[in-house]
């Protein structure tokens, strides 16, 4: 769908997990609760050993794989632009918190959280981690949309298939007249924005970037001039509990 790493379903569509080398974690290696073991990023490495990153540079192919602080000599947040890492108090809080890439159908941590779209890690697709399971907490992942709303309809979602109440695409404001609570989220390869709880819930979602549904200023077209899959009801669900033939 618009989020690459989102399924939908619901009575139907579905959704998945902000971050992501050989590294060797600067801090000592966590050791990972039971149940919830490290993943790799699945990246192939260069000739140089390393993985490429949308914005932060290249990697070490290990990043992220095992509980530990990670290298972020790329990141600004973390480091400065020779890579040294910047003074303690400058440097963001989660550069020093210990993490991993995890499998979100064995996973069960509280905070367990995918890589946004935006966050100038990767392209290819996104990936799920948690600082929970490594010992650290989270303060890289931040939510600016708490309340979740369904304007469009209040459709019941199937008995088994267990929502995923947000599509977990960066909000920002905006003054768009389909923004939600003046809020809104930019699709990847979408020249227009979409309502900040685009797909959280059961409900007929606005498709400003659709000529299907709406015209080329992202107002909707008349009912009777949309498509027929504008005006039915779906929601982002977790794909490891939702089974439905239409994930």
Same mark, same amino acid.
């Given at each position: ?30 050791? !990972?609760?039971? $149940? ?7 990246? %192939? !490495? ?12 290249? &990697?070490?192919?290990? &990043?992220?794989?095992?509980? $530990?602080?990670?290298?972020? %000599? ?14 303690? $108090? ?15 159908? %064995? ?35 931040? %939510? ?6 369904? !304007? ?34 930019? @699709? ?6 979409? @309502?900040?709880? &685009? $797909? ?7 498709? !400003? ?6 015209? @080329? ?15 039915? @009801?779906?929601? &982002? ?11």
């Amino acid at each position: 769908h618009l989020f690459s790493s989102l399924r939908p379903c619901c009575a139907m569509r579905s959704s998945l997990l902000p971050f992501v080398g050989l590294i060797v974690p600067a801090g000592s290696v966590n050791v !990972p609760v039971p $149940g919830c073991t490290c993943i790799g990023s699945g990246l %192939t !490495p260069g000739a140089d050993g390393k993985i490429a990153t949308l914005r932060w540079g290249r &990697y070490p192919a290990n &990043y992220g794989s095992q509980c $530990g602080v990670q290298d972020e %000599t790329g990141h600004s947040a973390c480091s400065d632009a020779n890579g040294n890492p910047l003074p303690e $108090g400058v440097r963001a809080d989660w550069c020093d918190e210990p993490w991993c890439f995890v499998d979100p159908c %064995t996973c069960d941590v509280a905070d367990l959280s995918i890589t946004a779209p935006d966050s100038g890690y990767f392209t290819d697709k996104q990936r799920h981690y948690s600082f929970m399971n490594c010992g650290g907490v989270d303060t890289f992942t931040t %939510t600016t949309m708490p309340a979740k709303t369904c !304007p469009n309809g209040e459709f019941k979602p199937l008995g088994e298939c267990a929502l995923k109440m947000d599509n977990e695409a960066v909000k920002f404001r905006c003054t768009d007249s389909w923004a939600v609570g003046g809020m809104c989220v930019q @699709p990847a390869k979408m020249s227009v924005t979409y @309502p900040a709880n &685009y $797909g959280e819930g059961c409900g007929i979602h606005p498709e !400003p970037g659709y000529s299907d549904c709406s015209f @080329p200023d992202g107002t909707p077209k008349p009912v009777e001039e949309q498509a027929a899959w504008c005006l039915e @009801p779906w929601s &982002y669900v977790n794909p490891c509990t939702c089974t439905l033939a239409d994930l």
